[in-house]
């Protein structure tokens, strides 16, 4: 079906992400469109649509005084409604909004810059208490002293009447959504009003909401799932998204569904470490009383689906009134905005089991469920309107058979227009042709995977970028932290990779030593960790300290990250000192003492 048939019926806009929240201001005014728990619990904050759209334009209005439209802006700003309020402010004054973490106290403000650096920034907007702690912290990043800093909480709504409507069109350019958090290689991923509609639309279509529909979000708004899909969303169909800190989540898990419940949620969601999660940290008397039975999409993606995470949660919570059809598996990334796939509503995720031996070859061999070769993989949805997927030889470039495994390749109008302000990168990765056609481009995602049955597959990663607990980071800027941790680790000899122990994606990191002996290592192990959580907001799982000379290398002397896997896997890896995090879980189980893969 074509998309613009769907939603002839009801469409508010064809032009920009602007004229849908107008629309809604002007249709619903008094209706919630974002609700804010400050606690993660009851305290709530509330905003109609009209309200965000006098905040919108007071915000524009203040932009457009200072001639910034058309320049890039950095949104700094902690969770909350103001991160709203200042991202449609934005695209109201006909800038260019780039989400990213807001600095916090005590930490490095070189990632920040890096993002500003590479975008050509010239403002950054947060709130009031953010602004002034960071003019305390700018000492260490002098680029960001030159922007112009803006709390838009004390912007008064009066601006609002001096806003001037900039001509917007599809194709101008909207965000810049980054992809890394790092110092090393930030990519801002080019999206247009016209990437954002369709996308948006590409949602709508794959979750059929009707016109009670409620949204609930924990996720970054500074991450593509987070702002497409908590807050674009919600402008877009015209209902609202009730959002809460991911911090309050992460502490206490129940919060999230209290919040499903409460406000009788029907769409929700992140990627699988949440739902593991909930099943692992909800007690049973957090669960008295708790009714799930109005949610019927809880969306998956941004990681590796696991079938054990989805029939643990089923179990878990089915006797709050949770439904194994609610569960929605998809997938997408920032490069397409946000979703390429998605499941059927009303219907339950699908589960295939596929000969192991022959996945790791790269060939389809589908098995009965109890062979003992068995590897049951979770589908990830069907192909949406308007979305093209390819199965391609990432070396020859040609469409692969539906019997092997391939990388998946995408054309859609959801695909971002490429990555600022690097060409060669925006070639290669935007710009990819299939070798026997003579038109067309697509997407290289990274991603392996095959479609079976009409179903999209994703069996793992062509490339090195690690995804651990819905955290995307490559390994050179993890590696290039890691080095600095301690002067008594080799340069150039540090591996970072994930690895899936035991129905887990986790975050190992081997390192070579310098050539002493030394018994306790403890103290470099501690500060690794200690770097790695506060420069990637990603905790180590494991932590393997090897012998002067022992990571293996190419001949020119880069670090092969695979065979640095691969040995870690079978246990060859010349340990000096070593330290893993255990869950209850595995640390309860036979043999928790050291590191087994799983599968």
Same mark, same amino acid.
């Given at each position: 079906?074509?998309?613009?048939?769907?939603?002839?019926?009801?469409?508010?806009?064809?032009?920009?992400?602007?004229?849908?929240?107008?629309?809604?201001?002007?249709?619903?005014?008094?209706?919630?469109?974002?609700?804010?728990?400050?606690?993660?619990?009851?305290?709530?904050?509330?905003?109609?649509?009209?309200?965000?759209?006098?905040?919108?334009?007071?915000?524009?209005?203040?932009?457009?005084?200072?001639?910034?439209?058309?320049?890039?802006?950095?949104?700094?700003?902690?969770?909350?409604?103001?991160?709203?309020?200042?991202?449609?402010?934005?695209?109201?004054?006909?800038?260019?909004?780039?989400?990213?973490?807001?600095?916090?106290?005590?930490?490095?403000?070189?990632?920040?810059?890096?993002?500003?650096?590479?975008?050509?920034?010239?403002?950054?907007?947060?709130?009031?208490?953010?602004?002034?702690?960071?003019?305390?912290?700018?000492?260490?990043?002098?680029?960001?002293?030159?922007?112009?800093?803006?709390?838009?909480?004390?912007?008064?709504?009066?601006?609002?009447?001096?806003?001037?409507?900039?001509?917007?069109?599809?194709?101008?350019?909207?965000?810049?959504?980054?992809?890394?958090?790092?110092?090393?290689?930030?990519?801002?991923?080019?999206?247009?009003?016209?990437?954002?509609?369709?996308?948006?639309?590409?949602?709508?279509?794959?979750?059929?909401?009707?016109?009670?529909?409620?949204?609930?979000?924990?996720?970054?708004?500074?991450?593509?799932?987070?702002?497409?899909?908590?807050?674009?969303?919600?402008?877009?169909?015209?209902?609202?998204?009730?959002?809460?800190?991911?911090?309050?989540?992460?502490?206490?898990?129940?919060?999230?569904?209290?919040?499903?419940?409460?406000?009788?949620?029907?769409?929700?969601?992140?990627?699988?470490?949440?739902?593991?999660?909930?099943?692992?940290?909800?007690?049973?008397?957090?669960?008295?009383?708790?009714?799930?039975?109005?949610?019927?999409?809880?969306?998956?993606?941004?990681?590796?689906?696991?079938?054990?995470?989805?029939?643990?949660?089923?179990?878990?919570?089915?006797?709050?009134?949770?439904?194994?059809?609610?569960?929605?598996?998809?997938?997408?990334?920032?490069?397409?905005? !946000? =979703?390429?796939?998605? $499941?059927?509503? +009303?219907? %339950?995720?699908?589960?295939?089991?596929?000969?192991? /031996? &022959?996945?790791?070859?790269?060939?389809?061999?589908?098995?009965?469920?109890?062979?003992?070769?068995?590897?049951?993989?979770?589908?990830?949805?069907?192909?949406?309107?308007?979305?093209?997927?390819?199965?391609?030889?990432?070396?020859?470039?040609?469409?692969?058979?539906?019997?092997?495994?391939?990388?998946?390749?995408?054309?859609?109008?959801?695909?971002?227009?490429?990555?600022?302000?690097?060409?060669?990168?925006?070639?290669?990765?935007?710009?990819?042709?299939?070798?026997?056609?003579?038109?067309?481009?697509?997407?290289?995602?990274?991603?392996?995977?095959?479609?079976?049955?009409?179903?999209?597959?994703?069996?793992?990663?062509?490339?090195? !970028? =690690?995804?651990?607990? $819905?955290?995307? +980071?490559? %390994?050179?800027?993890?590696?290039?932290?890691?080095? /600095? &941790?301690?002067?008594?680790?080799?340069?150039?000899?540090?591996?970072?990779?994930?690895?899936?122990?035991?129905?887990?994606?986790?975050?190992?990191?081997?390192?070579?030593?310098?050539?002493?002996?030394?018994?306790?290592?403890?103290?470099?192990?501690?500060?690794?960790?200690?770097?790695?959580?506060?420069?990637?907001?990603?905790?180590?799982?494991?932590?393997?300290?090897?012998?002067?000379?022992?990571?293996?290398?190419?001949?020119?002397?880069?670090?092969?990250?695979?065979?640095?896997?691969?040995?870690?896997?079978?246990?060859?890896?010349?340990?000096?000192?070593?330290?893993?995090?255990?869950?209850?879980?595995?640390?309860?189980?036979?043999?928790?003492?050291?590191?087994?893969?799983?599968?």
């Amino acid at each position: 079906m074509n998309l613009d048939d769907f939603f002839q019926p009801y469409r508010a806009t064809t032009s920009n992400i602007v004229d849908c929240l107008q629309f809604w201001a002007g249709e619903t005014p008094d209706a919630a469109a974002y609700y804010f728990l400050e606690d993660g619990e009851n305290a709530e904050i509330r905003w109609t649509f009209a309200q965000l759209d006098r905040k919108a334009r007071a915000v524009a209005a203040t932009l457009q005084a200072r001639g910034l439209q058309g320049q890039r802006v950095l949104l700094l700003y902690p969770p909350g409604l103001d991160f709203v309020a200042g991202f449609y402010g934005c695209l109201y004054a006909g800038a260019i909004a780039i989400p990213a973490y807001p600095p916090r106290r005590n930490r490095n403000m070189l990632r920040i810059q890096a993002i500003s650096d590479d975008a050509q920034a010239t403002a950054a907007l947060s709130v009031h208490d953010v602004c002034d702690r960071a003019g305390k912290q700018l000492d260490e990043a002098p680029h960001l002293k030159e922007l112009t800093w803006l709390a838009t909480d004390e912007i008064s709504e009066n601006m609002a009447d001096q806003w001037r409507a900039p001509k917007i069109d599809g194709e101008m350019l909207a965000v810049l959504q980054y992809t890394s958090g790092s110092t090393g290689t930030p990519k801002g991923v080019m999206l247009a009003h016209r990437n954002l509609l369709h996308n948006v639309s590409l949602i709508t279509y794959g979750f059929e909401p009707d016109r009670q529909s409620v949204g609930v979000s924990w996720l970054p708004t500074y991450h593509d799932m987070g702002l497409v899909g908590g807050v674009l969303y919600s402008v877009f169909f015209g209902r609202h998204c009730v959002h809460m800190s991911p911090l309050a989540f992460l502490q206490k898990p129940i919060r999230w569904l209290r919040a499903i419940a409460r406000h009788r949620a029907t769409i929700s969601g992140g990627p699988n470490f949440a739902y593991d999660l909930c099943t692992q940290k909800i007690t049973d008397e957090e669960l008295q009383g708790l009714d799930l039975s109005s949610w019927n999409v809880a969306y998956n993606g941004a990681e590796p689906i696991r079938a054990k995470t989805l029939d643990a949660f089923v179990e878990r919570f089915a006797h709050a009134g949770f439904r194994r059809e609610a569960l929605y598996p998809c997938y997408g990334m920032a490069e397409t905005t !946000l =979703i390429v796939t998605g $499941g059927k509503k +009303r219907e %339950p995720p699908v589960v295939r089991s596929f000969g192991g /031996q &022959a996945l790791d070859q790269h060939c389809i061999v589908p098995v009965d469920e109890g062979d003992e070769d068995s590897r049951p993989l979770i589908g990830c949805g069907r192909v949406l309107p308007d979305v093209d997927v390819r199965i391609v030889d990432p070396v020859q470039y040609r469409q692969m058979p539906e019997d092997r495994v391939g990388e998946i390749w995408v054309d859609s109008p959801s695909v971002g227009l490429g990555y600022w302000n690097k060409e060669g990168a925006t070639e290669e990765t935007f710009r990819a042709k299939l070798s026997d056609r003579t038109s067309g481009t697509y997407l290289r995602t990274g991603d392996l995977g095959f479609v079976h049955e009409g179903e999209l597959f994703v069996t793992g990663r062509l490339k090195d !970028l =690690i995804i651990v607990r $819905g955290v995307n +980071r490559y %390994p050179q800027d993890i590696e290039l932290t890691v080095e /600095q &941790a301690s002067a008594h680790l080799q340069p150039g000899a540090v591996g970072a990779f994930a690895v899936d122990m035991r129905g887990r994606e986790r975050l190992i990191i081997v390192s070579e030593v310098e050539r002493v002996r030394r018994k306790d290592w403890s103290d470099v192990i501690a500060a690794i960790r200690r770097v790695v959580t506060a420069e990637h907001e990603l905790p180590p799982d494991g932590v393997v300290l090897v012998r002067f000379g022992s990571i293996p290398k190419t001949s020119s002397g880069k670090i092969q990250r695979y065979a640095c896997r691969s040995n870690f896997l079978d246990g060859s890896l010349s340990v000096v000192a070593q330290w893993f995090v255990w869950d209850e879980e595995l640390a309860a189980a036979p043999g928790a003492g050291q590191p087994t893969p799983s599968g």
